[in-house]
C-alpha cells in the first residue's frame, strides 16, 4: 500500500470539499476505500452516494426543501469525517508507524481487561490505578524508585497515549478530562503532556469535542497548562482551515471568547510566534534558491563583469527607506514589544536548533511524551545529576537557573542536562559558574516587569512550547508520521480563525510591519495589498508594495507603486528606486532621467553618482560614464574597485594605453576571472595576441568560469572587439586555439 499516495488523496478530497465538488471528492473517497479493511466503511459511503444522488434530484426537479442546507452540510461533514476514518484504518494496517504500534498495543491491553469497547471511564484498562492515584493524599511525594511512583509514572503515559491514540473521544474521554481537570491530583506538568496529547489526537482525527476541550483547558487558567491549550488550539483551527465554518459551534465559541481583549492578546501572541517559526530555514532557502538566481538572471552581464554592485560599500539608506524607522511602533502597540519576543529565542532559533540538533539522541526522547515534557527542577534527569561527584554540589542552583530561564525551549533544557554528565571536569565546573550567574542575573531581574507587560509569563511559555512542538516535528525519530505544520506558508493571518479572533485592519498592519521587518516579502506584500483602498494617499504604504515587489523581482508592478509614491511625497529615495526598476527592466533611457534628477537633488551622494554611471555605460555612452566614475575616484581616491569600470570604459573608448593604466593599477589587487577577459582583450586589441590568450586562459584556469561560459562571454564580446579593430576572422581560430591549449 502507497501510504505517500494515500495522505495526498486524503488532502486532495478535503481541498475538493471545501470548494464544494462533492462527486468527485466521492470519486477519490472510494478509491480510498477499496484500500480499506472495514467492510462497514463501504456501507457508510453507499450510503452518502445515495444521500447526495437524491437531494441532488430534489434539486433538478425543483422540490422545495427547506432543510435541504442543513442536509447539505451534514453531508460535507459525514464525507470529512469517513475520509478520516479511511485513512486511519489504511495507515493502521499498512504505515508500520510507531502511532500504530503503540495503538496495537493498547488495543491488546485493554481487551486483556475483558473490555473491548471504552464507553465509560469505568472501561479503561488504568481505571484501577488511576483510583489508587487519586485517593491518595495530595501532600504525598513519593520516591522516584518507589512502586507507587513507578506506577504513577505509567499511569502518566497510559493517559497520555489514550488521548493521543484515541480517535473519537466519547464519556470516557470526558470524564477523564474532567478528573484531569478538578481532581487536583495531578500535577501542572503532567497536565501539560495531556494537553499536548488532545491536541496531536486531533491532528490526527478532526472532532469538534477535541477543539472543544483545549478551550475548556485555556480558560481554566492554569498557567504553562493554559499556554498549550491555546497553541494547540490555535494550530489545529489553521491547520483544519477549510473545515472551522462548518461547525458552528466552534465558530460561534471563538467568536464569544474574542470578545475578552485577553483572549485576542494571547491569539496575537501565539500567531505572531507560530510565524516567526519560519524564520530557521525559510529565509535562507528563499534567498538563496529564489531570489538570487532570478536577480542574476535579470542583471546585464556587464555588471557581472565589472563587478558594479560592489564598487562602494552597501549604502543602507539605497535599501529599505529610512523614513520608515518608526514604523514599528503601531506594530508594538499591537503585539505587545516584538522585540523582546525576539530576546526569547526565536533570534537564536538558528543557532539553537543547530547546537541542539545532535542531542536529542538520547533515550529520554526515544519516549514519545517527552518531547512534550516542560522542564521542571524534580525532573528525575535531574536527579540523575545529584550523582555526579562535580555537578552534585550545585544541581539545585543549576536547575532552577535552568527552569527560570527563557531563553532556552524545554527540550533543550533537556539535552543540555542529559549532556552535563559527559563533559570534561573542567567543562562542567564551567558550567556551573555559567548558571550561577544566570541565576543571579534572572533574581534581579525587575519584578516590575510583569505589571509592565502582563502577558510575559504567556508569551514566554508560548514561545518554549511552540519551539518545543518545532523541535518534534524536524528532529524526532517520529517526525515521519507527522504531517509537518511548520513546513508550509503558516499564513494564519489568512484563516478563519484569525479574521474571528482579531481586528483585521489593525493586526494586519502590524503583521505586515513584522513581515516586511524579517523580509517575508510575499506575506508582507498579500497583508499590505489589502491595506490600499483604506489608505489612498500613504505614500510609505506604496513604498514598501514597491519594495516588496522589488525584492521578488517584479520591477513591472514595483515601478507602478514606486511612481505612485513619488506622485504623494517626491523623495530622492523613490526616485532612485523608480530608476532602478526601469533600468532592471532595460529602459535605460528613461532610468538615466530618473538618476540624473536625483543626482541634482542630491550631488554629493556617490551612490548616485555610481548609479547614473552604470545608466550611461549601458547605453555605451562611455565618455560621459567616465565623468561620473572620475567623480567617485576622486571622492574616494583608496577604492580600488572603482578601477575596474574606470578600466572598461576607455577600453571600450579605444583609448588603449590609458585603459592599460588603470589595469595596471587593478592589478594591485586581486584579478577575477572577468578582469582577466577584459585585459586579454585589451591585449587582443593592441595586437599582442599570445598575452591575449594566455589571459584568457588564466580566467578559465581560475575556477570562476567554465569553458562553456567563457565561450558564450567572448561571443557576446564579438562586435565590440570587431569595432576596435580586431580581424573578425581570427576571432574563432583564437579560440580553438585556446581551447586546444586548456584540453
Known amino acids: ?239 483544519y482551515n477549510t473545515r472551522v465554518m462548518l461547525y458552528p459551534e466552534i465558530s460561534t465559541r471563538i467568536s464569544e471568547m474574542s470578545k475578552v481583549p485577553g483572549f485576542r492578546e494571547h491569539c496575537r501572541i501565539i500567531v505572531l510566534q507560530t510565524i516567526r517559526s519560519r524564520e530557521t530555514e525559510k529565509l535562507s532557502k528563499k534567498l538563496h534558491e529564489e531570489i538570487l538566481p532570478q536577480v542574476a538572471k535579470l542583471k546585464p552581464r556587464i555588471e557581472e563583469k565589472l563587478d558594479l554592485d560592489n564598487i562602494l560599500p552597501k549604502d543602507k539608506n539605497e535599501e529599505k527607506n529610512p523614513d520608515w524607522s518608526e514604523m514599528f511602533s503601531d506594530s508594538e502597540e499591537i503585539f505587545k514589544t516584538m522585540e523582546e519576543l525576539t530576546k526569547l529565542q526565536i533570534e537564536g532559533a538558528d543557532v539553537y536548533m543547530s547546537a541542539f540538533a545532535n542531542l536529542k539522541h538520547f533515550d529520554f526522547f526515544k519516549d514519545f511524551q517527552n518531547w512534550f515534557v516542560p522542564f521542571y527542577p524534580d525532573h528525575e534527569v535531574v536527579d540523575e545529576i545529584f550523582r555526579d561527584e562535580i555537578l552534585g554540589p550545585g544541581t539545585n542552583e543549576m536547575a532552577e537557573a535552568m527552569y527560570k530561564t527563557p531563553f532556552i525551549c524545554n527540550s533543550d533544557k533537556y539535552s543540555l542536562i542529559l549532556n552535563l554528565k559527559y563533559l570534561p571536569s573542567t567543562q562542567k565546573s564551567m558550567m556551573l559558574k555559567v548558571f550561577r550567574m544566570e541565576l543571579e542575573g534572572l533574581q534581579e531581574m525587575d519584578d516590575d516587569d510583569s505589571v509592565a507587560d502582563p502577558n510575559k509569563k504567556f508569551r514566554t511559555n508560548v514561545t518554549q512550547y511552540l519551539q518545543d512542538i518545532y523541535r518534534f516535528f524536524k528532529l524526532s525519530p517520529y517526525k515521519k508520521e507527522f504531517e509537518d505544520i511548520f513546513s508550509g506558508k503558516l499564513d494564519i493571518y489568512n484563516s478563519e480563525f484569525f479574521r474571528l479572533t482579531c481586528n483585521a485592519t489593525e493586526a494586519e498592519a502590524g503583521l505586515a510591519d513584522y513581515f516586511f521587518s524579517k523580509d517575508f516579502y510575499d506575506d508582507a506584500l498579500s497583508l499590505y495589498l489589502k491595506q490600499v483602498n483604506e489608505r489612498p494617499d500613504d505614500s510609505q504604504l506604496y513604498e514598501k508594495i514597491g519594495y516588496c515587489y522589488q525584492e521578488n523581482s517584479d520591477y513591472e508592478n514595483a515601478l507602478k507603486f514606486y511612481r505612485r509614491a513619488e506622485m504623494i511625497d517626491r523623495k530622492v529615495w523613490t526616485i532612485k528606486k523608480i530608476g532602478l526598476s526601469l533600468r532592471r527592466l532595460g529602459k535605460n533611457e528613461e532610468a538615466l532621467e530618473y538618476y540624473l534628477q536625483a543626482g541634482d537633488l542630491e550631488p554629493d551622494n556617490l551612490h548616485t553618482s555610481i548609479l547614473t554611471a552604470h545608466c550611461f555605460l549601458d547605453l555605451k555612452e562611455y565618455e560621459q560614464a567616465l565623468k561620473y566614475y572620475f567623480k567617485v575616484e576622486y571622492k574616494d581616491p583608496g577604492n580600488i574597485k572603482i578601477l575596474r569600470p574606470i578600466a572598461y570604459c576607455y577600453f571600450a573608448l579605444g583609448k588603449f594605453e590609458d585603459s592599460g593604466k588603470y589595469y595596471e593599477r587593478l592589478s594591485a589587487g586581486k584579478l577575477n576571472a572577468h578582469d582577466l577577459i577584459n585585459m586579454g582583450h585589451l591585449a587582443l586589441c593592441m595586437g599582442k595576441k599570445k598575452d591575449a590568450i594566455d589571459l584568457y586562459r588564466q580566467s578559465i584556469a581560475s575556477g570562476e568560469l567554465s569553458k562553456e561560459k567563457f565561450a558564450a562571454i567572448f561571443a557576446e564580446d564579438r562586435n565590440l572587439l570587431i569595432s576596435l579593430g580586431t580581424n573578425p576572422d581570427d576571432l574563432p581560430i583564437l579560440l580553438d586555439y585556446l581551447l586546444f591549449i586548456i584540453g
Open 1 to 239: 500500500m502507497d501510504i505517500k499516495k494515500t495522505l495526498q488523496q486524503h488532502k486532495q478530497l478535503c481541498t475538493l470539499v471545501s470548494e464544494r465538488k462533492i462527486k468527485q471528492s466521492l470519486d477519490i473517497l472510494s478509491v480510498m476505500i477499496a484500500g480499506a479493511t472495514s467492510g462497514d466503511l463501504r456501507d457508510e459511503y453507499e450510503n452518502l452516494v445515495m444521500t447526495y444522488r437524491n437531494m441532488l434530484t430534489y434539486t433538478i426537479e425543483g422540490i422545495n426543501d427547506p432543510e435541504r442546507n442543513k442536509i447539505y452540510i451534514k453531508l460535507i461533514q459525514s464525507i470529512l469525517e469517513l475520509s478520516d476514518q479511511v485513512r486511519q484504518d489504511i495507515l493502521s494496517h499498512n504505515s508500520g508507524w510507531n502511532t500504530y504500534w503503540v495503538k496495537q498495543q493498547t488495543e491488546k491491553e485493554q481487551k486483556l481487561t475483558g473490555k473491548t469497547i471504552v464507553e465509560t471511564v469505568d472501561d479503561l484498562m488504568f481505571k484501577s490505578e488511576l483510583d489508587e492515584w487519586l485517593k491518595l493524599s495530595n501532600e504525598i511525594n513519593p520516591d522516584p524508585e518507589s512502586v507507587i511512583a513507578r506506577k504513577h509514572k505509567q499511569l502518566i503515559k497510559n493517559i497520555f497515549n489514550h488521548l493521543w491514540l484515541t480517535d473519537y473521544y466519547g464519556e470516557a474521554e470526558e470524564s477523564l478530562i474532567n478528573i484531569i481537570l478538578n481532581s487536583g491530583k495531578f500535577r501542572w506538568y503532567e497536565s501539560c503532556i495531556f494537553t499536548t496529547a488532545i491536541t496531536l489526537s486531533s491532528f490526527r482525527t478532526w472532532q469538534t469535542e477535541k477543539l472543544l476541550y483545549l478551550i475548556r483547558i485555556y480558560e481554566s487558567g492554569q498557567e504553562q497548562v493554559m499556554e498549550r491549550a491555546l497553541s494547540g488550539l490555535i494550530l489545529n483551527l489553521h491547520y
